[in-house]
């Protein structure tokens, strides 16, 4: 008999996911670019309604999300009954695992996908496995080729986070058609809101038509809302079913459910996010490339730098920004030692990095 409680087995080899940072000591103002949070910050009606739910926070919310789930799906044209809302898109990641894999199985991620992959693959006591990639693109041709009959599930961030890429519709398809049809494909569209490609497609066309796909979106990026933890998914009835049955009973709190509604109702706050991104981040990447760095075409809120010659390496980097108040993301955990992310700020903002890189590059 042990002396104390002991978690199921793996839970311990599980590396936590740490989030980017938020502070810098000794400097009088930070610039926080480290995490890939909205540029502008969110909807005003979605703040006036979230200080419109302080009377009312002695009630439970909706545990359905039911104006929720009819707004996202008027915004966006969908069916609301094929709609399941979760505390972050992290939580619905964490279910798919929890709901369709155990010991024994296996979930296959990219290798520089979303950290949240293969801590939920573990969390529920299956084998993540972890697909090289092309060019810092998924290969849809590597996935395939280590499916197996112990593949439970395949998740996809797309676009990619951190590598910023993405893969087209054809792509996409390619890939569902060679699973089986008891494998998951999970598809993580964090970022859909930002990219402006005529031959990229979210996930709702497979979503809409076959039974194993689902599509993961979020309010954490363009609708400015992380710290409320909102994502949602859309799938056939089968796997919605499944997760109402394993998700929070109450697991959207009220003041997000209106925040949320509010900020869907907002187009024109939408529209000048997406115009700010669609300025500043090829700004972004001209000016890092000008610098004479490599950058990774991104068509996301964020880049990724390589850095390579010594000293001038990416932690050297990274500390470097860091001591001028500018916090971004070392990528040492996503098998990118060489790298940092930047999300896209304000205009001075991304003009600080750029000039604090000039700066790092000159010093001695």
């Not at 989030?19 to 995490?35: F, P, W």
Request: charged share 20%; glycine share 8%.
């Amino acid at each position: 008999m042990s002396e104390h409680p002991i978690p199921q087995p793996g839970i311990l080899g599980i590396s936590p996911y740490v989030g980017g940072e938020s502070k810098a000591e000794g400097t009088q103002r930070v610039i926080r670019l480290a995490s890939n949070e909205s540029a502008l910050g969110p909807s005003p009606r979605a703040m006036e309604a979230y200080r419109a739910q302080a009377a009312e926070m002695f009630r439970y919310p909706d545990g359905g999300s039911i104006a929720l789930r009819q707004a996202i799906a008027r915004r966006y044209g969908l069916d609301a009954a094929r709609i399941v809302c979760g505390t972050g898109s992290d939580e619905l990641i964490s279910l798919l695992a929890r709901a369709y894999a155990g010991p024994g199985d296996e979930v296959i991620y990219s290798r520089h996908g979303f950290l949240m992959y293969p801590i939920a693959a573990q969390s529920a006591g299956a084998t993540p496995v972890a697909v090289p990639e092309k060019q810092l693109t998924a290969d849809v041709d590597g996935m395939l080729a280590l499916v197996t009959s112990r593949t439970r599930l395949v998740y996809l961030a797309n676009p990619n986070n951190p590598t910023g890429t993405f893969l087209p519709r054809a792509e996409v398809k390619r890939l569902h058609e060679g699973l089986p049809k008891s494998t998951l494909l999970v598809i993580d569209a964090a970022y859909a809101e930002f990219v402006a490609r005529n031959d990229y497609e979210p996930g709702i066309e497979l979503a809409e038509r076959a039974e194993n796909v689902i599509m993961l979106r979020t309010f954490s990026k363009i609708y400015a809302l992380a710290g409320l933890r909102i994502g949602w998914g859309y799938a056939g009835a089968g796997i919605i079913d499944v997760l109402n049955r394993v998700r929070g009973v109450f697991n959207i709190n009220l003041p997000a459910q209106a925040a949320a509604v509010a900020a869907l109702e907002d187009v024109a706050s939408i529209d000048r996010a997406r115009t700010h991104n669609d300025l500043w981040r090829p700004w972004l990447e001209r000016e890092i490339r000008a610098l004479g760095l490599e950058v990774t075409p991104s068509v996301a809120n964020f880049v990724l730098v390589y850095f390579d010659a010594r000293p001038k390496d990416s932690s050297a980097a990274w500390e470097f920004l860091k001591s001028r108040g500018i916090l971004t993301r070392q990528m040492g955990a996503y098998g990118l030692p060489k790298h940092i992310r930047i999300s896209v700020g304000l205009e001075e903002e991304m003009r600080a990095v750029v000039a604090a890189l000039a700066d790092f590059l000159k010093a001695p």
